[in-house]
């Protein structure tokens, strides 16, 4: 049925997410599935661009967009549980804590991502439960209001790029921004910019960034990510 379906791996060997979701049928959205990360009580998008290892018998969601039966290729099955496709693309991670609940957003920087929807490099937030802590960015072109965990764009304009980044979080909270990153240029910093406070907070070098809001945000247009 369209909408959100519940899947899961029937093999009792690791399957690739990559592989499944490019053999999938026409009824799914072929670009993401959903998996629970139980350490952050939440679902994580897990897009066509970076395979992610599914267990035996592990369970994930898909966005149903036709009716039909999917079936698993014994080819998407792996003989090992390792990382696949290791890459050295540039990433950061926006660590967002509210005390109690623990988000994050996504940025790819590849040589071939676009600053509009790139099919397979872009993953949205799960949209099968509302949340009421969370944490995301808007394509930085074309923009069509999607809250996206997961976002790519060119390397080559990572220093000239502003990505929108939205918030769902209640009054009077406390949150913690941080990030992580891999292969970040050593000479490049990572700023959360506050437009209403009109502040630049560095997230380089483990610093954190920490403010209480005094009015609840459930959209984007206080805080932009920059990379200088």
């Given amino acids: 049925a369209a909408g959100f379906n519940l899947l899961g791996n029937p093999y009792t060997s690791f399957?690739?997410?990559?592989?499944?979701?490019?053999?999938?049928?026409?009824?799914?959205?072929k670009s993401q599935m959903w998996v629970w990360n139980s350490s952050t009580a939440n679902y994580d998008v897990k897009i066509v661009g970076v395979p992610f290892v599914l267990a035996p018998a592990q369970g994930f969601f898909v966005k149903a967009i036709g009716t039909g039966t999917e079936t698993f290729a014994k080819s998407n099955q792996a003989t090992t549980g390792d990382s696949f496709q290791?890459?050295?693309?540039?990433?950061?991670?926006?660590?967002?804590?509210?005390?109690?609940?623990k988000r994050f957003a996504d940025i790819y920087y590849t040589d071939t991502a676009t600053k509009g929807f790139d099919a397979g490099w872009e993953g949205e937030v799960f949209g099968g439960i509302e949340n009421s802590v969370d944490v995301f960015t808007n394509l930085v072109a074309d923009n069509q209001g999607k809250k996206y965990q997961v976002q790519s764009l060119p390397i080559s304009e990572m220093e000239s790029t502003v990505i929108p980044v939205g918030i769902i979080a209640e009054a009077g909270k406390e949150l913690t921004f941080s990030m992580t990153g891999v292969n970040i240029p050593s000479?490049?910093?990572i700023y959360l910019e506050d437009r209403i406070a009109n502040t630049f907070n560095e997230l380089t070098d483990s610093k954190i960034f920490k403010i209480t809001l005094s009015e609840a945000l459930n959209d984007v247009g206080r805080f932009y990510l920059h990379a200088s």
């Fill in 15 to 29: 399957v690739n997410s990559g592989d499944f979701l490019s053999d999938a049928s026409t009824n799914i959205d």
């Fill in 86 to 101: 290791k890459i050295s693309r540039t990433e950061v991670k926006l660590l967002m804590n509210n005390g109690t609940n």
């Fill in 187 to 189: 000479d490049v910093k």
